[in-house]
């Protein structure tokens, strides 16, 4: 039985700290679609690419983040929900993101963004 106390008491701690181990994350830069960023920064950033990427986040296509010094993080949670639906609008503008570190299906890193504004 105190085996069985050890046991759920140490699951009990290691989960809280994992829980308070989340880091809070800001970034900013430009939402980006992933398969055009591979292509270049040219090629996927800016007002003339924002109709080619919502055409990609709708074929299934990943949306990121493209920051100075961060380079492209993905964005997951929430805001991916529904083919990105929440982040259509902030395609192609410079953008201020905050959320926790997350990794995307492939291990990529992630951002799992809680709030999104524009700056300028």
């Not at 805001?79 to 993101?97: H, P, R, T």
């Not at 926790?100 to 951002?111: F, K, M, N």
């Amino acid at each position: 039985m105190r085996k069985l106390s050890a046991v759920v008491a140490a699951a009990v701690l290691c989960g809280t700290l994992g829980a308070s181990a989340q880091e809070a994350l800001t970034f900013k830069g430009e939402v980006v679609e992933a398969s055009c960023f591979k292509k270049g920064v040219a090629q996927s950033t800016g007002a003339a690419h924002i109709a080619c990427a919502k055409d990609c986040v709708q074929k299934g296509q990943p949306l990121g983040i493209l920051t100075e010094g961060d380079g492209f993080v993905k964005i997951t949670g929430d805001y991916a929900a529904n083919k990105y639906a929440k982040l259509l609008d902030f395609i192609g503008k410079q953008v201020e993101v905050r959320g926790t570190d997350d990794r995307y299906l492939d291990y990529s890193r992630a951002i799992k963004v809680t709030s999104i504004k524009i700056v300028k």
